[in-house]
């Protein structure tokens, strides 16, 4: 049930209606799967490593100038707020077709006009992010389960 919840947006108005019968300890960590899931993303979205545009300041690697990232930084800020407005289109990976990653994909040097990024790369790699957020919940760990039916519900291995 904890892998049904991450497209859910836990502060709705429907969810909160429903939510008001899970136990304290049990919502608590659905809550911190969703942290643990915005986190992750951010990590992942921020890594210098993985992503050439965090390398700042930007350099072209064909003209040599310095490039800013503006639509990188749309980007992840856009993804970062929905995992709190519309985690259901994170969850379903429908985020990967927002017009923000068009624009990412096809960015160009502000002063050559060459390609920033490689479209095939950079999408495999934002799959791989969506792919690797958590999706479950551990609460068996917790001692003071009060609904063992619950706990089965909510326990993904």
């Known amino acids: 049930a904890a892998a049904r919840t991450v497209g859910v947006d836990l502060c709705s ?22 942290r643990r899931r915005r986190e992750a993303l951010k990590a992942a979205l921020d890594a210098p490593g993985e992503f050439y545009a965090n390398c700042a300041p930007g350099k072209c690697s064909q003209c040599q100038k310095e490039i800013v990232h503006a639509g990188w930084l749309q980007l992840k800020y856009a993804w970062v707020a929905a995992m709190e407005t519309c985690p259901a289109e994170v969850a379903s990976g429908r985020i990967l077709q927002r017009p923000e990653v068009h624009e990412v994909l096809g960015a160009t040097c502000q002063h050559c006009e060459r390609k920033l990024y490689n479209p095939e790369v950079t999408m495999v790699k934002l799959k791989a992010i969506l792919d690797r957020l958590p999706t479950s919940v551990d609460v068996r760990a917790h001692p003071r389960c009060y609904s063992s039916e619950l706990a089965d ?5």
């Open 13 to 34: 108005r429907d969810a909160v209606r429903d939510m008001g019968a899970v136990d304290a300890p049990y919502l608590a960590r659905l809550m911190l799967l969703h």
């Open 153 to 157: 519900n909510l326990y993904t291995a």
